[in-house]
């Protein structure tokens, strides 16, 4: 079973007051401009074929991006701004405020993130939360950029795509500007 969500259920509700939050607006849009930072027990880094593999307590960080796993590969080697990271727990989890300054949440056994194409990939038990919204399913892909997700079951699951949406999520941005 494959769902399409090409709305956005991640669609800003709320209008930005520009004058108390621009540093943080300006913060969360350099997100993918930042430094990724990683922390762990255990760490062994392969410059010559650059890649890296952190073990057990892992921290992922780059801006407000964050990603929390039992063992996580990066692998740099098609350079920089290219980068595959994949984090497997039990599960692994995701974080990233978005420039609207809501806070996007997930978790899976395995959760890719490419930096180039900014997609998410979600396998197993995966689950995205914003707001009050919530899409859970065998396996998720969140493009950041689009803030868009594809959803889907595995062939023999007995599991479907379960999504919650909050009312909230589809108010009218413009509708307190109407005469």
Known sequence: MLTVYSFSIFAQTEDIEVDTTQKQIDSILTDFQKTISATSRD???DGKAKTSVFID?????????????????????????????SAVGTP????????????????ANLIK?????KVISLEGAARITQNDSTVS???ISYNM?????????????QQS???????????????????
Request: aromatic share 4%; net charge negative; proline share 1%.
């Open 137 to 139: 399913a065998d396996s």
């Open 43 to 45: 760490q062994m880094l």
């Open 57 to 85: 307590n892992v921290l992922i960080t780059q801006g407000s991006l964050k990603i929390n796993a039992d063992r996580v590969e990066a692998d740099a080697s098609k350079g920089q701004g290219n980068e595959v990271i």
């Open 145 to 157: 950029v689009q803030e868009q997700i594809v959803a889907n079951t595995n062939a023999d699951s």
């Open 113 to 117: 993130y490419d930096v180039a194409t």
């Open 161 to 179: 795509v379960t999504t919650v949406i909050s009312v909230g999520d589809f108010e009218d941005d413009d509708k307190g500007n109407e005469p």
């Open 92 to 107: 692994a989890s995701y974080e990233q405020r978005l420039e609207d300054g809501s806070l996007v949440q997930a978790q």
